[in-house]
């Protein structure tokens, strides 16, 4: 089973940046697509990135552009770079780990608040 830790979180000013982190521990990490997602107070989860095996990177439209996935199979830790930061993007941020087509394992979360 795997388990998924996220870090990174914080406050950022709109049009700054910030890098998630997230770090699996558990057993095999490489095979698993990887993913983030976000839920914004008062609204459903939504998908932002993921990232494959072969480190393919899929993207929600509202982030294309400005949000980079990315995966150290090396460490285990898959990252969301995130910058041109807007207010919307204020949410509590998930990782996930995919198991046969679905998201089977998630973290905790981690609070990203954009000020405008």
């Known amino acids: 089973q795997v388990q998924l830790v996220e870090s990174g979180g914080g406050l950022a000013q709109a049009g700054g940046s910030l890098r998630l982190s997230c770090a699996a521990s558990?057993?095999?990490?490489?095979?698993?697509?990887m993913g983030w997602f976000r839920q914004a107070p008062g609204k459903a989860r939504e998908f932002v990135a993921s990232?494959?095996?072969?480190?393919?990177?899929r993207y929600a439209d509202s982030v294309k552009g400005r949000f980079t996935v990315s995966r150290d199979s090396g460490k285990d830790t898959v990252y969301l770079q995130m910058n041109t930061l807007k207010s919307e993007d204020t949410a509590v941020y998930y990782c996930?780990?995919?198991?046969?087509?679905?998201?089977?394992?998630w973290g905790q979360g981690t609070q990203v608040t954009v000020s405008s």
């Open positions: 996930a780990a995919a198991s046969d087509h679905v998201w089977a394992v």
């Open positions: 558990g057993r095999t990490f490489t095979t698993n697509t």
């Open positions: 990232v494959d095996r072969d480190g393919n990177p």
